[in-house]
Structure formats: structure tokens, C-alpha cells
């Protein structure tokens, strides 16, 4: 079965990567001439597209072309996709950091300062919102 795919991203990602057709080719285990054939047609089984996946670290939904009349001009659409991977990644990174970061402040603590911690956590995802002023810690 033949599958509409995004040229353009697939040409994209290889020029990315700085790779020849040959290199892309080789690396996905298809031949250079199909790869050729994809990247001028946009049209590819589903096998190739899977190899085609694999090699370039893509999801295959990534690879197909929604609209078949769109594939051409679809690589200006890709842009944001991967700018909002590249900005997930940093703010995984932010979050692994901050995570750290709280847990070695969390470690540094003596052990009775950590029993309060814990205790004023507990209360505060245990408490009823509908209490509203009895939720205070501080009795006011």
C-alpha cells in the first residue's frame, strides 16, 4: 500500500542532519533510487516510510502527508512542530533541573524540619476546598 508522505520534511531533516541521499538511504536499509523517487513524489510504501521513520528519529505520523495536494508546500508547516519540540525539550530539562534542585534543598533539611514539611503537605492536599478559612494553617 502507497502512502502520501512530506517530501519536503523528509528532505528537510536529511539536509538538517547534512546527509546525501546515499547516506539517508543506507541508513534506512532502502535503496537510493526509491529514496530518490520519495523525495521527488512524495509517494512511498509503508515499509519505506517505517525505515524511513526509524533512521531519521521521526514518528511516522510525522512523516505523512494529510492533504495529498499539500505535501509539497507542507514543509512550511512543519516549522512549529519542531520549534515546540525543541521548547518541550528545554522545559523538560527546566523541570528535571527545578525537580533536582527541590529535592537537594528537601535532603539538606534536618529531620525534624522534613516531618513539618511533609505534615503541612499532607494537610494541604488532604484539605476540604469547600472549607475555605478552616483550611488555614495558621488558626486565623
Do not use: C
Not at 505520523?61 to 514543509?75: I, Y
Not at 520549534?83 to 534542585?101: D, I
Amino acid at each position: 500500500m502507497d502512502v502520501q508522505v512530506d517530501r519536503e520534511l523528509i528532505r528537510s531533516e536529511r539536509e538538517k542532519r547534512a546527509w546525501s541521499q546515499e547516506h539517508l538511504a543506507a541508513a534506512a536499509g532502502i535503496g537510493a533510487r526509491t529514496l530518490q523517487r520519495i523525495e521527488a513524489t512524495g509517494i512511498a510504501s509503508y515499509e519505506s516510510v517505517r525505515a524511513l521513520s526509524a533512521a531519521l528519529e521521526i514518528p511516522v505520523g510525522e512523516l505523512r502527508a494529510d492533504d495529498p495536494s499539500a505535501a509539497p508546500s507542507a514543509g512550511a508547516g512543519r516549522t512549529p512542530p519542531a520549534r515546540f519540540r525543541f521548547a518541550l525539550r528545554w522545559l523538560g530539562t527546566g523541570v528535571a533541573l527545578a525537580m533536582l534542585a527541590g529535592m537537594s534543598g528537601f535532603l539538606l533539611l534536618q529531620d525534624y524540619q522534613k516531618v513539618r514539611v511533609l505534615r503541612t503537605f499532607e494537610q494541604w492536599v488532604t484539605a476540604e476546598p469547600s472549607l475555605g478559612a478552616a483550611n488555614r494553617l495558621d488558626g486565623r
